[in-house]
């Protein structure tokens, strides 16, 4: 079986998933080797664990605090064909504490509320806008009699009497009777 | 009945003038009735009567070759309430062989009736094809009008009820007098000459360049049948026949609306056809009548006016015809159950509807 080696550490600092442990101690039981690795990382780290603190030296915090001024201006952007710098395609875990009504911070939390109402508000007055504009298009009085269009009709009964009267001309048998009850817009410009 | 109720308006300027066509009118109508004998409806059902029927062929055609002027009577009675109510006058007539027809109702208002040559005629090749298709005819005998003899010719039903009496001259074949009847003998409209005089001016209603405006601009509104299938095809209803021999003559446009005139070459109904939907609130002035779940909205007339929505039309009627034929018109074009017709108010909510049509169309290659 292959030697726990760079997994010791881990182990120590008890960084292991829980069944790489679990085969990481049963390979403990059955190899010397690895066990007495693993006691010296112990120690090691025991050891470093028990010494005292140490305060800085006043030269060190100064030159700590230069690099936060500001310096030189920066370097002139590389050229957009050259190649992106390599980025790690993953990121340092969220350390801040978790979000929620324990532990929002109350500014923050009234911030989001106003950002979110005012969104609403702006969705809103959108749509609203929208259905107004829309009603405006399709109101029977602009919009074009399509045949498709529904539209309120009242039918100019005079207008049709008198176009009755006249489609009866042509009929030998029939009587001019329609004409008695037509309106002086039927009167003809005659001979 | 209310005579001369047209001429009750003083629009004639003197009372000899109002006075003698509403006294003559009724002695008119009861003298010709008395000289007339009429024939029993239930002694027929036999054939046409080939004499009949080509007395009626030279009448259709005597406007062709045939001038005349004369003073008539009309008189017509409302189809919807067959009551009393009834309109009658006494206009002058003037026609032009070949020509038009021009009416004169006391030398103030005036109508150009066009002949059959002036419409794009859809039923057959002879407007007697009607008459002749609708009914059986017969002579029933001689009689005289205004002072010229004729021969009395008798359209019957299939139910053996006379529906129309023609006097017809020996002369020339001119209608001199007809009257027409419901199926149960209720007469519907009836009109006689007074006076005639055959021959005159070879032109009538023309103005003074002898072109006539009104033929030109209704040649352009004239449909076909091929309009009327396109029409067809694009929702309108066109029926072409409205049942019992009514059968359609002639469709034109008017404004927005389709005209379709159906007859029996006795009877006479116009349909108009109009895009969208009736709003009870914008009609004043019509009755109500029930029928199925929808509603009818009429005015009596006399002519019998009724209107309605159907299925995105606005269908209106003019008839000078039993209510009959008006109901199976209805029964193919039924009016809009009331619940239907509220929800085709104009909610905020239709509109966005109809907007949101209008912009989806905007962007719609295809439309």
Known sequence: ?191 | MSLGNRVGHGRTGGLAALVVPVLAMPLLVGALAVFVQAVPATSRDVGDDPWAVQLLRQSAAAGEHVSYSGTQYVSTWSALTQSAASTSAVVQVRHAAGGQTEISLHDRQSAILDGRTASRWLAGEDPADLLLGAYTVRVAGEDAVAGRYTTVVEAFRSDGSVAARLWLDRETALPLRRESYTTDGYTLSASAFVTIAIGGPATCCKTADGVDPAVDSRDDSMLRWDDIEDLREDGWHCPGSLGQGMDLYEARRVGDAIQLSYSDGVMTVSVFEQSGWLDPDQLDGYDTADFDEGVVYTRPGPPARLTWSSDGRVITVVAEAPLDTVRELLEQLPPDPVASQEEKKDGFFDRIGRGADRVGSWFNPFD
Do not use: Y
């Open chain 1, 1 to 191: 079986m292959r030697h726990l080696d760079e997994r010791i550490s881990d182990l120590v600092d008890d960084r292991l998933e829980h069944d790489e442990r679990d085969r990481a101690l049963v390979h403990l039981t059955v190899c010397a080797h690895c066990r007495e690795a693993v006691d010296l990382e112990r120690d090691a780290r025991n050891a470093l664990r028990s010494l005292p603190d140490v305060a800085p030296s006043e030269k060190l915090l100064s030159s700590l605090l230069a690099l936060a001024e500001p310096g030189e201006p920066l370097p002139p952007a590389p050229p957009s064909s050259a190649t992106p710098a390599p980025v790690a395609g993953w990121r340092p875990r969220d350390s801040r504490p978790p979000s929620g009504p324990s532990g929002a911070r109350p500014g923050a939390r009234s911030a989001r509320r106003v950002r979110a109402v005012r969104v609403v508000a702006l969705g809103m007055c959108t749509t609203g806008a929208m259905l107004i504009l829309l009603a405006s298009l399709g109101s029977t009085g602009n919009s074009p009699g399509t045949p498709d269009t529904p539209v309120s009709v009242v039918p100019p009964l005079e207008q049709f009497t008198v176009e009755h009267a006249r489609s009866t001309g042509g009929l030998p048998f029939v009587e001019p009777a329609s004409l008695l009850v037509t309106t002086d817009s039927s009167t003809g410009d005659g001979w």
